[in-house]
């Protein structure tokens, strides 16, 4: 069974940094796929940031150039940094990890203030 464990999420203000992590009960190695996907409330599900086990990433047009994602496979982590925030990243953000099935953390909410 896998489990993602995420944390990090706060109140934060415009401007600020926050720096999300996704804990995984075991090796990271398996998934192909893992990414930050968010929802505001209203909103559907989008995703943020991924990385594919090639070292690959990609990011949503508006999180370029002030998210970062990363793997520590040592630590079986993967981190969201996210600096620059805006009001309009306020939402619940989860972690997803895919391998054969999709997996999902249970969300951590990030507030930006203005």
């Known amino acids: 069974q896998v489990q993602l464990v995420e944390s990090g999420g706060g109140l934060v203000q415009a401007g600020g940094s926050l720096r999300l992590s996704c804990a995984a009960s075991?090796?990271?190695?398996?998934?192909?796929?893992m990414g930050w996907y968010r929802q505001a409330p209203g909103k559907p599900r989008e995703l943020v940031a991924s990385?594919?086990?090639?070292?690959?990433?990609n990011y949503a047009d508006s999180v370029k150039g002030r998210f970062t994602i990363s793997r520590d496979n040592a630590k079986n982590t993967v981190y969201l940094q996210m600096n620059s925030l805006k009001p309009e990243d306020t939402a619940v953000y989860y972690c997803?990890?895919?391998?054969?099935?999709?997996?999902w953390g249970q969300g951590t909410q990030v507030t930006v203030s203005s």
């Open positions: 990385s594919n086990s090639g070292g690959g990433t």
């Open positions: 997803n990890a895919y391998s054969s099935a999709s997996y």
């Open positions: 075991g090796s990271i190695y398996r998934f192909s796929f």
